[in-house]
């Protein structure tokens, strides 16, 4: 017993130098974006407008399997990583499983989630290619705060349109921005076109992702020498977050095992993409078998209801046209407590990785999710965001089927976040005031 | 710059193995405790019908310098330990100092500070000895989310008696307790005689740590099976702490430093203990030099405007007489923000120590505390505590003599938990709400 090892790390010295761009390893590419209005293939270049070139390029690169890591960004990343992982003897024993699971606990960072390994080289590139302003949305807050924190660090003003129905429920979230110095606005807002077009049509709209990136895309565009930075969906997000599967493969190692499963929730994919892709890249080159499983919440279903096509990723349709599973830009996600999931898209490369079969997904209802949320902190100690708690209730179906079994498999999901700012949701779980909510698709005009 | 390391960490085999029981090695012992009746010295065995035997011993223990940790409490020790010493080149930087800082950060417990330390050992005790429920009070709600956390670790039951200003200042904390399982109500509180009468004298009495211990220690007195734990103040709570200085010492090691000077915040004295007592052992043993400065609010200065005497633990005078600097345990202190420190004693170890000159106290006013939280938080990413922000405050001032004198002394201090849960002090501070509050002596009758 007490010879068991609990939490690996990795020294200083063993923390990625470079992020893992599978791209480069696909054998059916991502399609490409395409242009609103002329409808034809986009180039990085196109980009411009919106991100910070460096951006840019990295979200087009299909040739380059390993992109350096900048060494001002491997500095900041100290702060925090490498996050632990952990072995869940907790939850094994709670239940009685002869699973051996995992997680990568990137709750630990500062900013309480994985946000920030996009948001400091987000920043980054900002500052070096002398931008002063850079402009987000954000849902839970996790990723807002993350973009607030790393604006900081690298001397720029950051606005953040958050969307409104977490900006009411999750008050801290906006008070950490502001500590950060961010201005924070709840949207939709009056305080751009989109947001007075979206009001307008619907003076109560409780907001979503989609209607807070109209408004950013909005703000960065119509600002001089202001970006557009994005939490998740794009292709560079999910790059930059495959630090995570990276540390984590390096610390399986040291565990002496080899994920069977690794599950994560999928709001619009960086997590999910950020911790399987370096695992995904044995399958693909070296014959391994692992299952990759998305988990996400059964009211927005994009991964396994949604369509495969071209869409735009925000509500007012300023963004390139992407080619993604999607449940309809125009589709507002019920208000469950896992903001970060409440998006109707997916990114195009896991997109393509699902069409391709090369990734599974399953939907989680509201309930399940914060059930499994309470096992996990009474057995392990840590409140996970609700978002994270989708995940975990996906890694307890495995282990529950490997109970019946009997198998050993190695299950990994990824501890997105904490949920020491969500306790009001657990709160509405406690009272029996959550519900499930189903999936209603978008009226067809 | 990029070879420079952050943070430290400890492998799981470093992690002590015993906890360092200081009053070994003291010259002048701290007086006993007396019993309030009879006015004599007590022993252990008095204290039986309060706490779990074990721990009574721990108490008075005089004489065994190192005290093993359970093999039990060293495998829950691991689900968090060792916590990173950090050396903060982000707060060197913006303060532009030459001092080396470090802090040793103990906000990455899963309950967000040291406090679990001593609630994991004292639930251990108590389920080894039988007992089925444990009670007891919190501030800001650090010890008492720790304590729920800790029982249903070892399924026990734990009622909570919380500070009434904290349970309505920070009501994530409560709910935080409640998801770990525990039964939480605001102090004072109609529940128990003390608590009555309490509310009969003062009907908004908007409680203390020292009303609040009243409550829980007459439920441990009158509830079969039950006894009571206390987060602070006590000589067997700091025993427990040492754990944190132990790691310390070895971390310091591994980044090739000794520290000048080693500070922390001050409620009863369980951290300021714990990361200070296992480096005072080489100011006494070794002839080490090390300054260790104790940082307590400017509105509840019992280390530098209390009086040294006997006193009551707690408001209504159940507890046994204490020697300590005390303001006197009807002092009902102002209502700052750091709930954690809102204490009118403190403890009996640290008390001779004070009188000894072996340790200083400085008091720091509430808006300086949250300034240099502010400070820290954007330089190192992490919102500390209330609580912690005093310890940072005067880490800040030492740090700023030596940018005087161009002195790069090693400052250590300890970051005993984070802000997270206390963003709501954080929007007062930056709404130009805070105020500072004077110290006003208790009336005497």
Chains 1, 2 share one sequence.
């Not at 609103?36 to 460096?54: C, V």
């Not at 993350?146 to 999750?170: C, D, N, P, R, T």
Request: aromatic share 10%; proline share 6%; with cysteine.
């Amino acid at each position: 017993m007490s010879n068991r090892t609990k939490r690996y790390f990795l020294p200083e010295s063993e923390i990625p130098t470079h992020w893992y761009n599978i791209q480069a390893d696909m054998i059916n590419k991502p399609l490409l974006p395409r242009n609103p209005s002329t409808k034809e293939e986009m180039k990085p270049e196109d980009l411009y407008p919106i991100f910070a070139k460096e951006l840019c390029h990295q979200e087009f690169d299909q040739t380059n399997r390993w992109i350096e890591i900048p060494e001002e960004v491997r500095e900041m990343y100290k702060y925090y990583r490498s996050t632990p992982l952990v072995r869940a003897y907790g939850l094994e024993k709670a239940l009685g499983t002869t699973a051996h699971i995992y997680f990568k606990n990137e709750s630990v960072s500062p900013m309480g989630s994985h946000k920030l390994n996009s948001a400091i080289p987000q920043a980054y590139y900002c500052k070096k290619e002398g931008v002063t302003n850079v402009t987000t949305e954000t849902g839970a807050g996790q990723w807002g705060a993350s973009l607030a924190y790393a604006a900081k660090l690298f001397g720029l003003e950051a606005a953040v349109y958050q969307v409104k129905i977490s900006y009411e429920q999750k008050p801290y979230r906006r008070s950490i921005m502001q500590t950060y110095g961010a201005q924070v606005t709840p949207s939709p807002s009056m305080s751009t076109r989109a947001g007075k077009e979206i009001l307008t049509a619907t003076p109560n709209h409780q907001g979503s992702l989609g209607t807070a990136i109209s408004e950013a895309v909005e703000l960065a565009t119509t600002t001089p020498n202001c970006k557009y930075t994005l939490g998740s969906v794009l292709s560079h997000v999910t790059l930059h977050q495959t630090v995570i599967g990276l540390e984590a493969e390096k610390q399986m190692e040291l565990a002496g095992e080899y994920p069977d499963v690794v599950i994560a929730c999928f709001g619009g994919g960086s997590n999910f993409g950020g911790i399987s892709f370096p695992f995904l890249r044995h399958n693909i080159l070296d014959g391994k078998t692992t299952r990759f499983i998305a988990a996400e919440p059964a009211s927005c279903p994009k991964l396994t209801k949604g369509e495969f096509r071209y869409d735009f990723g925000d509500e007012a349709g300023y963004t390139p046209l992407l080619p993604m599973y999607t449940l309809g830009h125009k589709f507002t996600p019920a208000n469950i407590h896992a903001g970060g999931l409440r998006y109707h898209g997916a990114g195009v490369i896991v997109s393509q990785l699902l069409k391709d079969s090369l990734i599974e997904a399953v939907d989680v209802d509201q309930i399940e999710a914060f059930d499994a949320g309470t096992l996990f902190a009474r057995a392990e100690g840590i409140i996970p965001a609700p978002e994270s708690c989708h995940a975990i209730a996906a890694a307890i179906r495995e282990a529950e089927k490997c109970k019946e079994t009997g198998e050993e498999k190695v299950i990994l999901f990824n501890l997105s976040g904490h949920g020491l700012i969500d306790m009001t949701a657990y709160d509405s779980y406690f009272a029996g005031n959550l519900v499930n909510y189903s999936y209603e698709p978008e009226k067809k005009d």
